[in-house]
């Protein structure tokens, strides 16, 4: 009898606690909160409260990611976790904090686990959670996170807020990092795209590590926060032009021109110079020197003409999920992406590569090795110096993309120079004229890899590496056969592994980089039989 007593009593406490929760959700039990009509916002406003009403949450969701939605704006202090409900609450320490959330979020609709949540003000003015069962992780993960927070994210030399005060400490300044740089990035493009987030004042753009990469200051540390948020991982354009956004560990930049590649928004004044901002020694020890990249569009000095976002396709207004959306401009898609005011013929295509083994080159090697990062028209081995050849990419975009990745590689023995070209186009041999097979025209090749816009190609495009992807693969096919086809053509297998849930695709590592190159060239478009040709491309995975 006491046992069924004691059962009974700890099921009324249960049965008293589920009530007070829902008491603040002004919810019946029989009720799931998920009417149509409140998530439409036809729900009356609250006035602006320090509990935050958080709805849509999914039910696997942790108590620490429900309490990280509000640390970047200020101290959380209570937290409240309805999961068979997909709601939650949160206490922020002031009023003001929990606006500026509200404001934020608004804008910026959060995702937990890529699920797109709701936030509002709370009917609450505070949220009392001591007699409710299961707070135990609740008031865990309010003392882990709230401390992961304040003890990592502070400013060297700068006091952490106090309780309600933002706590977001981090620099003020971003390193980005643009990957699959297929389509040109500017500076203009990433102020129009970061000064939704806040004033952006300073942009130092540069290449290190064949990357395409900048350095971009706001006047608020908080500015920044959101927009590592919102914009980590988006794609500039459909398919390519990805963004990595990180805090950097320098507080400030130190700009000396204002150009193509470098802007301090706060001084107008500043010359042009000759296009290579100088780091400071603060920065040249946190990255190094870094060459700044080789712009597609010489001349452009001072402040260059704002591209038209409009006819780009950028379109900012339901950040941050736009950025996915983003249309690759036409012009861009047929190599005609132009500044105003710019002459389209300032951009050229046409690659210099010198430094060939000129006993073992070919036009169709060239082709098959550049057509990995971009699609070639023609190449042009010189009559003269058969250890320089032209080759014309289809666009600016596609050769600054073959120069970054190709330029100091090793092929036939030798290292290879490429740089851009002062010819425009290729020339193709006048009817009679003697050419010895030197000068070929690709245009209408269908082992071009990049015709279709959007493809996943655009994605998959990396340096040089001693690891081939391997793809199109007969069903039949198995790995002895695959390693004995590159044994059999000179070449070292060091390891290979099919794909587990794909054995269309497989991964196979050589004895080098040199070695990868060749067998690139040699064995992208091998008949495999079964009406499949094997489609190799270098990885940036390891086996």
């Known amino acids: 009898i006491p046992i069924v ?48 009403h958080i709805r849509r949450v999914p039910i696997e969701v942790s108590e620490a990611e429900v309490v990280s939605l509000g640390v970047p704006f200020g101290k959380v202090t209570n937290l409240l976790l309805l999961k068979g409900k997909n709601q939650a609450f949160i206490e922020m320490a002031s009023e003001e904090a929990a606006i500026t959330m509200v404001n934020y979020y608004t804008t910026a609709t959060p995702h937990v686990r890529n699920q797109p949540v709701y936030i509002q003000y709370s009917n609450h003015r505070e949220l009392k959670t001591d007699n409710l069962p299961n707070q135990g992780r609740a008031q865990a993960a309010l003392q ?55 004033t952006v004042l300073k942009i130092i753009t540069f290449t290190k590590n064949n990357q395409f990469q900048a350095l971009l200051q706001y006047a608020d540390p908080m500015n920044a926060h959101h927009a590592k948020v919102a914009l980590d991982g988006q794609n500039i354009y459909n398919g390519c032009c990805t963004l990595r956004v990180e805090f950097s560990k320098l507080t400030s930049l130190n700009v000396k021109y204002n150009n193509d590649k470098s802007r301090d928004f706060t001084r107008l004044d500043l010359p042009s110079g000759d296009g290579q901002p100088t780091l400071d020694p603060t920065m040249q020890s946190a990255f190094g020197a870094p060459g700044i990249i ?19 396709g950028l379109s900012m207004q339901t950040m941050p999920g736009a950025l996915g959306h983003l ?148 069903p039949s096919t198995t790995d002895d056969f695959l390693k004995d086809l590159f044994a059999s053509s000179g070449y ?27 067998a690139l060239i040699d064995l992208h478009n091998h008949d495999l039989g079964e009406n499949h040709h094997l489609r190799v491309s270098f990885s940036k995975s390891t086996i």
Not at 154 to 178: H, K, Y
Not at 505 to 510: F, K
């Open 144 to 198: 882990a996170v709230n401390a992961m927070h304040s003890g990592n994210m502070t400013l060297s030399g700068t006091a952490t807020a106090s309780d309600g005060g933002m706590m977001p400490g981090q620099s003020p300044v971003l390193r980005l990092i643009v990957e699959n740089l297929y389509y040109p990035v500017s500076l203009e493009v990433l102020h129009q795209i970061f000064s939704k987030f806040g």
């Open 294 to 312: 080789s712009s597609p569009y010489p001349g452009a000095a001072g402040f260059a003409p704002a591209i038209g976002f409009h006819q780009a």
């Open 327 to 474: 249309t690759i401009p036409s012009s861009a898609m047929t190599g005609r992406m132009t500044i105003h005011g710019m002459a389209p013929t300032a951009i050229h295509s046409v690659l210099l590569v010198s430094n060939l083994n000129p006993e073992s080159i070919s036009p169709h090697g060239l082709f098959i090795l550049f057509g990995v990062y971009g699609d070639v028209h023609r190449v042009k081995i010189l009559f003269n110096k058969k250890e320089n050849a032209l080759i014309q990419m289809a666009d600016a975009t596609q050769a600054q993309l073959a120069m970054s990745h190709l330029n100091g590689q090793r092929l036939h023995g030798k290292v290879i120079r490429v740089t851009i070209s002062k010819h425009q186009t290729v020339q193709l041999p006048r009817e009679g004229q003697e050419d010895q097979g030197l000068t070929k025209d690709f245009s209408g090749s269908p082992l071009h890899r990049f015709k279709k816009p959007g493809s996943k190609n655009f994605q998959n495009i990396f340096p040089p590496s001693a690891t081939l992807h391997l793809s199109n693969i007969p």
């Open 5 to 52: 007593w004691m059962l009974l009593s700890a099921i009324r406490r249960s049965q008293a606690a589920l009530s007070h929760g829902l008491s603040l959700l002004n919810l019946s039990p029989a009720s799931n909160g998920t009417d149509d009509k409140k998530y439409k916002g036809e729900r009356s406003p609250c006035d602006p409260s320090r509990v935050l």
């Open 492 to 518: 070292t297998v060091k390891a290979f592994k099919f794909f587990q849930k794909d054995r269309k695709m497989a991964l196979i590592q050589l004895g080098s980089v040199e070695e990868a190159i060749q």
